[in-house]
C-alpha cells in the first residue's frame, strides 16, 4: 500500500557534517579503491582502504589529497572506509591529452616542487617535453627542478646551458650515485617527479626509498623509448620522515590546452612587471605587438630570458618538437 501525503517526510537537501571523521592523505589509487595514509604525525599511521562516497558527485579523488574519512578506518583486512570530504588543495598539477583536448586531468594533489627528470642518453632529451612541463609547473605554482640522469653516457653541459637563462635548479646524476644532492632538494618537500617512459624516474625512486620496489625496464633499441612500467601514481615516504615524493606513470604527451598565458609569465618576475605596463589588452607575447621586447631593449631584463618565456608559450600553442 501506499503511504499517505503525510505517511513520509520529504528528502531534505542538508548533508551530514562529519565533524567526528578521519584525516587522510591519499597515497595511491587502483580501480576506484583509494589507499589512504591515517594518523599522520601522531606516530601511529595506518593504512586504510577506501571508496568515494556518492555525496562527492564527480569531484574526482587523486594521490595526494588530504581527505576525510568515515567507517572503518581501522586498517585491519577487509575493511573499506569511505572518502566524504576532498580539503581544498594548495596546487594541482594538471594535463590534457593533447593541446585540443577541453578535458583536463589532474595529475597530482598539494605538491610544492616538480621534478622533471630527463635523460641525457638512451632515450635521447626532449626539450620541448620539458618546455611543456615547466609550463604545467608554472601554472600550478610549483617550484621546478631539474633532474638530468644517466650522465655517465652524455655530457650535461648543452642541456643545462639551454635553461641556464630560465633560472632551474638542476642536478646532475650519474648510475651509483648517492644522490646525496637530490635528497637535499627532496627534503621536507612534497616533490612530484614526471618524465616520459625510460628516463629513470623509478630507478631514483628505489635509489631514495629502498623498500619501494617500483618496477624498471629497458629502452627499446628500435624506437628510443622507453616502456611503460608504472602504471599509476603513488607516494612515497623519504626515509628518516624527511618528505614525500610521487612518482607518476610515463608519459609521451603533456597536453596544456588549460594554461592560460598570464599564468606562465607570472612565473617571470622580471618580465611580468613589463607585461602588466606595456602589452596590449590578452596579450599572448608572441605576436609583434608584444610589449616585452621594449621593456627588454630599456634593460629591465635580458633577451634571453625573453626568448626563453617565448619559447615555453609556443610549446603551449603546441610548436611541434
Known sequence: MRPGRRGSRPRTRRRPAHEDASAGFVTAVDRGR???????????????VAMRARELGRKGVVVGDRVALVGDVSGAPDTLARIVRVEPRTSSLRRTADDTDPFERIVVANADQLVIVTALADPEP??????????????????????????????????????????????VTRRGDDLAELRGHLSDRMSV???????????????????????VSHVNAVTGRGRHTSSSAIALELPGRDG?????PGVRSFGLAHVE???????FEDLAEGAAERCPPLCDHLQESCGLDGWVADGHASRARLESLRRLLASREGEPE
Not at 583509494?34 to 586504510?48: D, F, N, P, S, W
Not at 617527479?193 to 618496477?215: C, F, I, M, Q, Y
Not at 598565458?261 to 612565473?267: D, T
Open 34 to 48: 583509494y589507499r589512504c595514509l591515517v594518523g599522520t604525525g601522531t606516530g601511529g599511521e595506518r593504512a586504510v
Open 126 to 171: 626532449r626539450p620541448r617535453m620539458i618546455d611543456r612541463q615547466l609550463v604545467a609547473g608554472y601554472d600550478a605554482g610549483m617550484d621546478p627542478l631539474l633532474c638530468l640522469t644517466k650522465a655517465d653516457l652524455a655530457d650535461p653541459d648543452e642541456l643545462v646551458a639551454e635553461y641556464a637563462p630560465l633560472g632551474v635548479p638542476y642536478v
Open 193 to 215: 617527479l614526471v618524465g616520459h617512459s625510460g628516463v629513470g624516474k623509478s630507478t631514483l625512486v628505489n635509489a631514495l626509498v629502498p623498500d619501494a620496489e617500483r618496477a
Open 244 to 248: 614525500w615524493i610521487i612518482d607518476t
Open 261 to 267: 598565458p598570464g599564468n606562465v609569465i607570472n612565473a
